[in-house]
């Protein structure tokens, strides 16, 4: 008799573990379903909110607003001076004001960079050309710089910035990079 209320406890225990999990599941599904509504809202709240700013975008000062960017991003001020750039990987070379920081701005991701650096002329090109972002330590700091980390109209401002810094296209980019150079 013990025995087969023993069984008949184990087996209730095991029934009502498998129906609170098979809830537990349905709550998660649930749950996610709400927060990817909850996502897609906010992103078509920005995007109502920002479609009038659009087409009133200026960038007065690339360069001031880049060193506001790189500010955001190293948590201090920056004061940026553009050094060098670079046509081929699309990359500008700038040091701060104070001496303490040379970053490499850049359109491409560091997939992308492998890649370049990945063909045998581009790892001639990099001695031969003196392009510092083909010749990156491994162990290289970088930084992604999006709408998340530089400010809700980050991608509306960085087409225009971009392209009077450099005179190249940045459209359809929502991002770009920032190597810490040693």
């Not at 209320?5 to 129906?19: D, K, R, T, Y």
């Not at 990945?118 to 970088?142: D, E, F, H, T």
């Amino acid at each position: 008799m013990e025995i087969i209320l023993a069984i008949v406890i184990a087996a209730a225990v095991i029934f009502f573990g498998a129906l609170i999990s098979m809830g537990n599941d349905r709550q998660k599904k649930a749950i996610d379903g709400l927060r990817e509504q909850v996502v897609l809202w906010a992103v078509q709240d920005l995007k109502i909110k920002r479609e009038h700013l659009k087409q009133t975008v200026q960038v007065p000062d690339p360069l001031q607003w880049l060193s506001q960017v790189a500010g955001r991003v190293l948590g201090q001020e920056a004061s940026l001076q553009i050094l060098e750039a670079f046509q081929e990987t699309q990359s500008i070379v700038c040091v701060d004001a104070s001496g303490e920081h040379k970053m490499i701005f850049t359109i491409h991701s560091p997939g992308e960079i492998k890649n370049l650096v990945s063909g045998r002329q581009a790892k001639l090109s990099a001695y031969a050309s003196g392009n510092p972002l083909l010749s990156l330590p491994r162990n290289v700091v970088c930084l992604e710089l999006s709408i998340l980390n530089c400010g809700y109209m980050f991608d509306l401002e960085f087409p225009h910035a971009w392209g009077k810094l450099t005179g190249w296209s940045a459209e359809n980019r929502d991002r770009f990079w920032m190597y810490l150079a040693p």
